[in-house]
């Protein structure tokens, strides 16, 4: 079966040059947190993380920001080893690209800036609240067939854009979601049940709100697919759909007009965002 193939995109560090210096400080946090005796787990929750970025962190495909290192340092006894590499953080995050392959940069760009973004999904857990694990799954099992090299690229792509939900100010964020993506177990129940929880957690910010669209809803004003709707910084609302591959990126004012009315109906139908979290925890206690 043939695989494909993608040229390398670049990491997070590599289009700037500051590779080593996230690798190093990936390496750091490691250690430490290992002398410590905290499982990525322990140390995420002292730190307001998960452990999925806590992973990615230590790995060097995410930029581990100063606020953490700041408190890592202290937590993990490091001396002020960590607050050291806090400046030439800064100063790399001002200059960091987005890497995405050529058709997706414009959109990922603007995602990075948008004070707004609003989602709805119908087949899967949006980019932005997927696990490390549910990710790999997707890129796993796509058609053709990926490299591990290619996988892992877009994992560590997928895990980068993430980084959106540490800035201040916060960008405004909704979701509405179908009720079977949380009833679909992309990558089996332990995967599954991860995600679930990755979603109460995201769900528990307080410029985020997930809302569930329930199965059984009769009247349903948007059949066409999942979309995304964003606000880059000073600029018009935008969309965004990509189906079987083919991305497009709608500026056209009418055109993101009737997709925002749809959403706004969409979350008028929806579960209230408390309601929706109740639902989530009941699926999790099933599983």
């Not at 700037?16 to 499982?39: I, Y």
């Not at 796993?140 to 090299?149: H, I, S, V, W």
């Not at 332990?190 to 059984?216: D, F, W, Y």
Request: net charge neutral; with cysteine; proline share 6%.
């Amino acid at each position: 079966m043939t695989e494909t193939r993608e040229r390398r995109p670049e990491t997070p560090a590599e289009a700037e040059g500051t590779t080593e210096l996230f690798s190093a400080l990936g390496k750091m946090l490691k250690l430490l947190r290992e002398r410590s005796g905290l499982t990525q787990k322990e140390f995420g929750q002292r730190v307001g993380y998960g452990p999925d970025a806590v992973s990615a962190m230590e790995r060097g495909v995410r930029v581990p920001r100063p606020e953490l290192l700041e408190k890592a340092d202290e937590l993990l006894g490091a001396g002020g080893l960590l607050r050291a590499a806090v400046p030439e953080v800064r100063e790399a995050m001002k200059k960091a690209r987005t890497r995405h392959p050529e058709w997706y940069r414009s959109y990922a760009a603007l995602e990075a800036e948008a004070v707004e973004l609003h989602f709805y999904a119908n087949q899967g857990v949006p980019g932005l609240l997927q696990t490390e694990d549910y990710a790999r799954a997707v890129f796993t099992r796509r058609r053709p067939l990926m490299d591990e090299e290619t996988i892992e690229r877009r994992v560590a792509d997928r895990l980068a854009r993430q980084q959106l939900f540490d800035k201040w100010p916060a960008p405004a964020c909704s979701y509405v979601l179908e009720e079977v993506v949380l009833d679909r177990p992309v990558g089996g129940s332990a995967v599954h049940a991860h995600q679930l929880r990755r979603l109460l957690s995201v769900g528990n910010m307080r410029n985020v709100e997930i809302q569930v669209m329930p199965t059984k809803t009769a009247q349903h004003p948007n059949m066409d697919g999942s979309f995304n709707l964003l606000t880059p910084s000073k600029h018009p609302q935008v969309a965004y759909t990509e189906i079987q591959g083919y991305p497009r990126l709608i500026t056209d004012g009418e055109e993101v007009r009737k997709i925002s009315d749809r959403y706004g109906v969409m979350r008028a139908m929806a579960l209230a965002p408390m309601e929706s979290r109740a639902l989530i925890e009941r699926k999790l206690e099933e599983l």
